[in-house]
């Protein structure tokens, strides 16, 4: 018969549970000490616990394109949107979709909250459209141009090449063009492809020899030209109706604003480039000339776009040179071209720091493919999310306490190291919440803090399941440390799948949910995964340790491991046979 081998570990043996404990240590170290290299050494709270602002969208299709309202449209719109409100540094704001045509954006209280509320509300199509007439704000009954032919308000900016070529700022006068030539202008410029000269006021009819009849206008430009004289940009209605059910292939008429509170009304023509075909904008300062400017850059098919317009534009008398930079239905910008642009090119004029990088971001970002209304703006305060996160906290402290004390009065000594693991597991989550905030912008809102809590319960269910198969082996006769090593293959068979369980049903629920529910679908997730970290790196190489030491291994009554109160069988001995007599001699 063989010898048994010396130094042969029993199935499910771990010889050297230092090293696992070891590692946990390290990594527990690495983290902590990462989260205070980090500088942020609490969780990034949401919305519902720091407060701020809860904005709400609902889509709106152009006349005749209804079905441009899809998950497709919607998604660029959710990605178009965070990436502007982020543009200003608010990094914490969360962009989502609610059913199929609203969008909610949440804004946590903080650095440039108020001008990322003002720029969500922005959310129409841009485009670039040339003017083809420009008048003050009020209605006139009979268009004529000011004695100055220049309206009170401040320059517009103007357009340039990024090359720096000298350019003249715009003025923003009424048209030049006399009661009598205005009409007329107006509709050659509206039945023109492009921008075409207008009469100025020096202009006479020329005699021919026979009388030339003056065309009329068609229905839709009439009722173009009356709409513009009729506006009142004065009006907060008057201008947020004024392009409304426009196509970007067909003129129109908007307001824009010049100055604080001073404002002017433009008749526009056909979109000639759209928000698309931007690739980069931004506000910038220009050391050379000491001011405030904005940058664009286009793309390719953008450039000969722009290049096309402004070769067009640059030809053209004040104020058919300009093009109209129009946002949510609102000019924003009407600068005047003195010569041809291509990829790049600059806006200049009256801006100051924050009003630059304003347009630079609205140019950047701007761009949505639905209109957007705005359904509702809502202020979360503090103190609301703060009570219920404390009735939260309480509420998870009274289970923990009550887990506590069933594992103290249930399993005795055993509850140390339930304890002790329950208090790395914390540990862990708090330190990887607080470093996968400025990481991946995970944010700790209510339910996130309930999946925290439900997770209690998965953690102390394996150290049941471990506690259970131990003293299962113990019962059927066995001393403590075989038990501890028999019972591991059977547990952690268990509590893989039980939390293979949970982590799929977490996954499922991140995948199939939007907004807060993903919180607590992420948290729930990664509890488990270090539940299993925790049990196998901690829990199962402390009970190793402590099956050694004489108040485990003896099976002291308040270990939680005595035999006589678990019930166990005498020792297991094997049964052998009788065997004859064997003479030494023979042998």
Sequence with gaps: MAAPKKGRRPAGGQSRPGRALAFILIAMVALTGGMFWSGHTTPRLGIDLAGGTSITLKAKAEPGQESAVNETNMNTAVGIIERRVNGLGV??????????????????????????????????????????????????TAPSATPSGKPSGAPKPTASASSGATVGEKKPATPTATAS?????????????????????????????????????????????????????????????AGQGVKSSEPTVACGED?????????????????????????????RRGMWI????????????????????????????????????????????????SASAEISGSFNQQTAQDLGNILSYGA??????????????????????????LAGAIGLGLVIIYLVAYYRGLSLIAILSLGVSALLTYVL???????????????????????????ADSFIV????????????????????????????????????????????????????????FTLGLTTLLDIVVVFLFTKPVMTLLARTKFFGNGHKWSGLDPKRLGAKPPLRRTRRPHAPVDMKEA
């Design 91 to 140: 990094s914490e704001a969360e962009v989502q979709t609610q059913g199929a045509e609203n969008i909610v954006v949440n804004i946590p209280r903080g650095t440039n909250e108020k001008q990322a509320r003002e720029q969500v509300g922005t959310t129409a199509q841009l485009y670039f459209r040339p003017v083809l007439a420009v008048a003050p704000a009020a209605p006139q």
């Design 181 to 241: 030539t205005q009409g007329r202008a107006l509709t050659e410029a509206l039945k023109a492809p492009s921008p075409t000269p207008t009469a100025s006021s020096s202009e006479k009819p020329k005699a021919t020899g026979t009388p030339q009849a003056t065309p009329k206008p068609d229905p839709a430009t009439a009722a173009l030209e009356q709409k513009f004289t009729a506006l009142n940009c004065l009006d907060p209605k008057a201008r947020a109706a």
């Design 259 to 287: 100055a604080p509170g001073v404002w002017s009304k433009y008749l526009l023509g056909p979109a000639e480039v759209s928000g698309k075909d931007v690739d980069d904008a931004k506000g910038v300062f220009d050391q």
């Design 294 to 341: 904005v940058t664009m850059d286009f793309t390719d098919s953008g450039s000969k776009k722009f290049q096309s317009i402004t070769s067009k534009l640059s030809q053209q008398a004040d104020p058919q040179n300009r093009f109209a930079i129009v946002l949510d239905g609102d000019v924003v910008s009407a600068p005047s071209v003195r010569q041809t642009l």
């Design 368 to 393: 949505l493919p639905l209109t957007f209304q705005t359904q509702s703006v809502d202020t979360v305060t503090a103190a609301l999310g703060g009570d219920q996160l404390q009735a939260g906290l």
């Design 433 to 459: 919440m607080a470093l996968l905030g400025p990481a991946i912008g995970f944010a700790l809102n209510l339910p996130a803090v309930c999946g925290a809590i439900v997770a209690i319960g998965i953690t």
């Design 466 to 521: 471990y506690f259970e198969r131990i003293r299962d082996e113990l019962r059927e006769g066995r001393t403590l440390r075989p038990a501890v090593e028999r019972a591991w293959p059977r547990a952690r068979r268990t509590i893989l799948v039980s939390d293979f369980v949970s982590f799929l049903a977490a996954a499922v629920l991140f995948l199939v949910t939007v907004g807060k529910v993903q919180g607590f679908a």
